[in-house]
């Protein structure tokens, strides 16, 4: 196949992904390609397993003559491995090209940033582990989501937290012989969302993650933002209330003191020396036993400390959000965390959005989703990751393999 083909073939793949199932004439006049082209292109895809029929377009139609068989892209093929990296934590996960999970295993530790834990030789034994009882599945690229930012210089991580500034990642690729792609972990995930995600549609979007710490990601023109710059997405360092407590970042007021898993923990740790009518008290013998998940117990058993935490939480995110919604060319919005799996806590989130809504423009106010809070979900951002650089930008590559691999 000449290189242009190939090319096309990416193309396609690409608008499979990231808009669902099309005929082969909508995929002709969104590729710009001639419907004989696409023809011949898309008998090769699915020689090849890559894409599938998957029945009739559905009435009413909006072109004469007879309904248009649909395509997708295909499940199964080989496995790509993800990986997530976090403080206490290797997340692996196989998947094949479509996200459906193969294998996968999460090995944890109650305390966070153990350097004992968090070396490349220990990731790599627990992974050898992982794919040894998996030899069935041998994959053939591996996506990391990683805690803070790719160093492609040194192959190591950016981090506000020196334990991942001695994390060499030279070994793990010695280790596993594929190709390795690395990526910050809320983008591997907003990048998963718009291949593989219930409402992807094509259009730009925001991806807000909560959790540690707060970081936003964005897909414009189907592609990450801003990810040379280390700086973009960071909006816990969004300043909401400049007379607020002093951040770690040596500003006052932002978003992480108010919102971030960390911060929220180490609140509710006070009102629990604090507070003797907290029911903090009920929930945990010392304030060290207090996590996030203690929270949010506590806010559903109607502490009132806690809920009067979280709600300017949510008050404080909602107020990031409409700015962002002034700066960023994106029509949808997609938040993330354990807080927002609480149906109270997403619905005062998008009032608090509604009653700060832009009014001097016609322009529509963006949709809000919820995506539930999986503990897999970065290493499916991982393991998308390497489905995106194997099949999709690649240029070629490693997509003009024999097919059977992919």
């Known amino acids: 196949m000449t290189p242009t083909q190939i090319k096309r073939m990416e193309h396609i793949l690409g608008h499979l992904y990231t808009q669902g199932t099309q005929s082969r004439a909508q995929l ?8 004989a082209t696409i023809s011949r ?8 397993g890559l894409v599938e029929e998957c029945g009739l377009e559905p009435l009413p139609t909006h072109h004469p003559g007879p309904r248009q068989v649909l395509l997708r892209v295909a499940s199964g093929g080989s496995a790509y491995l993800g990986i997530e990296l976090t403080a206490n934590s290797y997340t692996f996960c196989l998947s094949d090209r479509t996200g459906h ?10 305390q966070s940033y153990q350097r004992d834990f968090l070396n490349v030789a220990t990731l790599i034994r627990y992974l050898k582990q992982f794919l040894s009882a998996h030899q069935d599945l041998p994959p053939v690229a591996c996506g990391v989501a990683l805690p803070g930012h790719h160093i492609e210089a040194t192959n190591r991580i950016s981090s506000a937290n020196v334990t991942w500034a001695y994390f060499d990642l030279n070994p793990l690729e010695a280790a596993l012989d594929v190709p390795v792609f690395y990526e910050n972990n809320v983008n591997c995930e907003a990048l998963a969302e718009s291949l593989i995600g219930p409402n992807r549609n094509g259009e730009n979007f925001v991806y807000v993650h909560v959790a540690r710490g707060i970081f936003s990601a964005t897909i414009h023109d189907h592609k990450m933002y801003g990810t040379k710059n280390f700086a973009v997405g960071e909006i816990s360092h969004t300043i909401v209330n400049p007379e607020g407590e002093l951040c770690d970042c040596g500003r006052h007021g932002c978003l992480q003191t108010y919102a971030s898993h960390e911060w929220l923990v180490k609140k509710a740790r006070l009102l629990y020396a604090n507070s003797p009518d907290t029911i903090l008290h009920q929930l945990v013998k010392k304030p060290d036993d207090i996590h996030i998940e203690t929270v949010i117990t506590a806010y559903q058993m109607g502490d009132l400390g806690i809920i009067t935490l979280l709600t300017n939480a949510v008050r404080s995110i909602a107020a990031v959000l409409n700015n962002l919604a002034l700066v960023i060319d994106a029509r949808r919005m997609i938040v993330h965390g354990l807080l927002f799996d609480q149906p ?18 016609a322009v529509a106010s963006q949709q809000l989703y919820v995506k539930p809070f999986d503990p897999m979900d970065g290493a499916i951002g991982g393991a998308m990751l390497a489905v995106s650089r194997m099949l999709l930008t690649s240029d070629g590559k490693y997509f003009n393999c024999p097919p059977e691999i992919h």
Do not use: C, E, G, Y
Request: proline share 2%; aromatic share 10%.
């Open 28 to 35: 002709a006049v969104r590729t710009k390609t001639t419907p």
């Open 344 to 361: 109270d806590l997403f619905h005062r989130l998008q009032m608090f959005l509604d009653q700060n809504q832009f009014q001097l423009t």
């Open 41 to 48: 292109d898309t008998a090769i895809m699915l020689s090849w």
């Open 101 to 110: 999970l193969l294998a996968q295993q999460i090995i944890s530790r109650n």
